[in-house]
T-cell receptor
Framework: DTGVSQDPRHKITKRGQNVTFRCDPI?????LYWYRQTLGQGPEFLTY????????KSRLLSDRFSAERPKGSFSTLEIQRTEQGDSAMYLC??????????FGPGTRLTVL | QKEVEQNSGPLSVPEGAIASLNCTYS??????FFWYRQYSGKSPELIMS????GDKEDGRFTAQLNKASQYVSLLIRDSQPSDSATYLC??????????FGPGTSLSVIP
């Protein structure tokens, strides 16, 4: 399977803990995006990379969120000191340049 | 004004009818437009992309784009119960970032 993969699929954590998610994009895609989605809403843009460069980060994103794509392949999204409001589906997508994005299955985060 | 807006749902249509989903966007320079379908608990999957004014057809789906009116729509002909899902409009803005609308929930009644 050469689609976008995400790990883990589900994460339950206690408030105040740190969590890290991984995304592996489609291999020939140079762009990688992170979105957050809550129930009844569309995906909310968090950040995106072109190769290893982080080109934009949402102003809505607090300093507790950080993302990396060190070798221009897989990416990680870390949330420090999680809060209950961080509970959501975290979606990763990849594309070639700004063309069609293909989404991974998502990581569902529950903060207790 | 939100960057991408969609008609509020939920939208219910009988099986076999045409479902019409609408989307407006605020960035006049946007050039790429996408419709995604999202089933409950799943990630979005691409239905169609459209880049030029006019209609684009793919099977039972037709996307329509009017850049002057900053409007894009999706028609689903011969709606099937399996089309019941949330439909997301997405727009690639002049900042090269893809923004999604809130989605419209469609229910096709057998």
């Amino acid at each position: 399977d050469t689609g976008v993969s995400q790990d883990p699929r589900h994460k339950i954590t206690k408030r105040g803990q740190n969590v890290t998610f991984r995304c592996d994009p489609i291999s020939e895609h140079n762009r990688l995006y992170w979105y957050r989605q809550t129930l009844g809403q569309g995906p909310e843009f968090l950040t995106y990379f072109q190769n290893e460069a982080q080109l934009e980060k949402s102003r809505l994103l607090s300093d507790r969120f950080s993302a990396e794509r060190p070798k221009g392949s897989f990416s990680t999204l870390e949330i420090q000191r999680t809060e209950q409001g961080d509970s959501a589906m975290y979606l990763c997508a990849s594309s070639w340049q700004g063309d069609t994005q293909y989404f991974g299955p998502g990581t569902r985060l529950t903060v207790l | 004004q939100k960057e991408v807006e969609q008609n509020s749902g939920p939208l219910s249509v009988p099986e076999g009818a045409i479902a019409s989903l609408n989307c407006t966007y605020s960035d006049r320079v946007s050039q790429s437009f996408f419709w995604y379908r999202q089933y409950s608990g799943k990630s979005p999957e691409l239905i169609m992309s459209i880049y030029s004014n006019g209609d684009k057809e793919d099977g039972r789906f037709t996307a329509q784009l009017n850049k002057a009116s900053q409007y894009v729509s999706l028609l689903i002909r011969d709606s099937q119960p399996s089309d019941s899902a949330t439909y997301l409009c997405a727009v690639r803005t002049s900042y090269d970032k893809v923004i999604f609308g809130p989605g419209t929930s469609l229910s096709v009644i057998p």
